[in-house]
């Protein structure tokens, strides 16, 4: 069995995150508020989070490079910043380890090949006055003809310091044929705006469900606000490749009638759309 069949989920379990993801890799996947500094004396003050954890991480080898970094917004939230750089250091170690290991026997069998590499990157996706979206973009080479990427998503609820499941943004009770119709419908916009790009349909490329997309929030056009939802697919996942990845915003007034009372607040306005909306 390949060394990258390791649980990504049960790592990211165990420090009690909440995490979707997705992507298609050439194997099977594995994934207080301190006291803000006062002017003139930042320099001196370490926060929380700077302490327990570092903001990157970079190790490279004859076998395999592997990366993390993280975002400055974890500066306010030391609790999350330590879970995402354990859980990101653990995985990157487990990947070079087994590199090593695999290409050790590569090289018995006489086989070469450039190092392997893995890189994840958190980023944030937008931030309202209860709610922290961090979005992951993977990067991973391990053989074969090009490399895999894939998305992660991790909603944090900045009071409570837990992971949000995204299912929790919406009532239970929440009309998902209209929601799967309505991503549908923005996916396939987003396709017609790319040249070349097949059309959903038949076996292969079908419309995604809303449920079992990875989607983070869009940020808003009103201060403190989540304006939407931005679904994340990695090549491979609506279409061939060649077409690459996909970013698709649904606005919150398509949502809003469904949103749960604890959340409802955190959304108001447009969203904002990033400057490559469909990656």
């Keep these: 069995m390949s060394f990258v069949r390791f649980s990504r989920v049960a790592a990211l379990a165990a420090v009690g995150l909440v995490l979707t993801v997705g992507g298609c890799k050439r194997k099977e996947d594995k994934a207080e508020t301190p006291t803000p500094a006062q002017p003139g004396v930042a320099s001196a003050v370490v926060t929380p989070a700077e302490a327990a954890a570092p903001f990157s991480y970079k190790t490279t080898s004859p076998d395999a490079q592997v990366e993390l970094t993280l975002p400055a917004s974890l500066k306010a939230q030391p609790d999350l910043h330590a879970q995402l750089y354990a859980a990101g250091v653990k995985d990157l170690k487990a990947f070079a380890e087994g590199a090593a290991a695999e290409r050790s026997e590569m090289a018995e069998e006489g086989v070469s090949g450039p190092p392997y590499a893995r890189g994840l990157a958190w980023s944030t996706s937008a931030e309202t006055s209860k709610l922290l979206s961090l979005e992951k973009k993977e990067y991973e080479y391990a053989g074969g003809a090009h490399s895999n990427s894939a998305y992660g998503a991790l909603i944090w609820d900045k009071a409570m310091k837990r992971g949000v499941a995204p299912a929790a943004l919406l009532r239970k009770d ?6 799967d119709a309505a991503l549908c419908a923005a996916v396939t916009r987003a396709k017609t705006e790319r040249p070349g790009a097949m059309p959903l349909g038949g076996e292969m490329w079908t419309c995604p469900k809303w449920r079992e997309s990875t989607f983070v929030l869009a940020p808003s056009n009103q201060a403190g606000k989540a304006g939407g939802l931005i679904f994340l697919f990695p090549p491979y996942a609506i ?10 915003t649904v606005p919150y007034e398509v949502f809003a ?15 904002v759309l990033r400057t490559a909306e469909t990656g």
């Design 257 to 271: 009638p469904y949103l749960a009372p604890a959340y409802a607040d955190e959304f108001a306005g447009a969203p």
């Design 239 to 248: 279409g061939p490749y060649a077409e690459g990845a996909y970013e698709v």
């Design 174 to 179: 929440a009309d998902f044929a209209r929601l």
